[in-house]
């Protein structure tokens, strides 16, 4: 197997782009280390969604900030478990980096798998920026198994595998998504009680004796779709979240970026391309409907 900076330089990521995500994986590294053997209790504190923080919360997030701060790569840094952005002196970096630290962590107690998210565009300010001009995305998955998800523009999907020395290989590359799908990822399910297509929608899936793979972890509640090469994942709105529980910055256009790279789709509940969406605030919200392209678009006209 291939490492991971010899997969990215064989398939021509600039320079840059390969140191930065080379840190970014040395991060999911600290990460994962931190999972098997910190403390999964409280924080004490909360971010500014409002969600308590585990220790881990903040303890991945330390680990990320120091990680992009000592690539020197980067010149502003938005994570969503802090209010604020931070931007670095110059002479500064050229990219903008958002991410979810520790995305799921409500799922630590119960021991479900979790995972980290990272949009990566050019520039200095993350607001103006929309998902489409991300350079790249990745993410981290920490399961059984610890992989990194990476998309570069216009150079796929490439999935790395952390071995027992801590490197990360290649196991995967080229993932495709196939047009349809068995699988469905049914969020936000209480917003059935008021949106009668959605409840409709869904049952019609179940109708169509389709299987229901969700976990309440977006990390490996996608990457099912993305290891198995189908699915859909909606996560409408509802009266407490009417534009929908998942940010825009830290976890959506990520996915969408990935999930483009893959030949797949990613769409608000009323059928907006989650990658031309601009980003406005930082921690905006957005309703997703992500996945195999025909079933996002049945699932759009569904609720239209
Ligand atoms: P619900 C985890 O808290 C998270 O932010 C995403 O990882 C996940 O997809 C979603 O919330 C789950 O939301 O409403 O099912 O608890």
Redesign the pocket.
């Given at each position: 197997m291939k490492s991971f900076n010899h997969t990215l330089r064989v398939n021509n990521v600039p320079n840059d782009v390969r140191s930065l995500l080379y840190h970014i994986a040395r991060g999911v590294k600290y990460i994962n280390f931190s999972l098997r053997a910190g403390n999964t209790g409280e924080a004490n504190t909360s971010n500014c969604s409002g969600?308590d923080q585990l220790k881990l919360d903040v303890l991945s997030d330390k680990i990320i900030m120091n990680e992009l701060e000592g690539s020197e790569l980067c010149a502003l840094l938005a994570s969503e478990e802090q209010d604020d952005l931070v931007r670095f002196p110059a002479p500064r970096g050229k990219f903008v980096v958002a991410y979810d630290p520790l995305?799921?962590?409500?799922?630590v107690d119960a021991n479900l798998t979790i995972g980290s998210i990272f949009g990566i565009w050019e520039g200095d300010e993350l607001v103006g920026k929309k998902g489409r001009e991300m350079v790249a995305a990745a993410y981290a998955i920490y399961g059984p198994r610890v992989e990194l998800i990476v998309a570069v523009k216009g150079k796929g999907v490439m999935v790395f595998e952390m071995n027992d020395v801590g490197e990360f290989m290649l196991t995967k590359k080229d993932l495709k998504l196939r047009e349809n799908s068995k699988y469905f990822a049914p969020?936000?399910l209480?917003a059935t009680a008021i949106n009668k297509k959605y409840l409709k929608l869904i049952n019609d899936y179940i109708a169509e004796k389709r299987t229901l793979r969700?976990s309440?972890?977006?990390?490996p509640?996608l990457h099912h779709i993305l290891q198995k090469g189908e699915g859909i994942?909606t996560?409408p709105g509802c009266e407490k979240h009417p534009n929908g529980?998942?940010r825009l910055a830290f976890?959506c256009a990520p996915f969408a970026f990935i999930f483009a790279e893959a030949g797949g789709k990613a769409t608000t509940a009323d059928g907006q391309e989650i990658l031309d969406i601009e980003i406005t605030e930082p921690h905006q919200r957005t309703t997703i409907f992500i996945g195999s392209t025909g079933e996002i678009d049945r699932a759009v006209e569904a609720l239209r």
């Open positions: 969600e995305d799921g962590s409500s799922l969020g936000n209480r969700y309440g972890g977006m990390v509640d994942f996560y529980k998942l976890e």
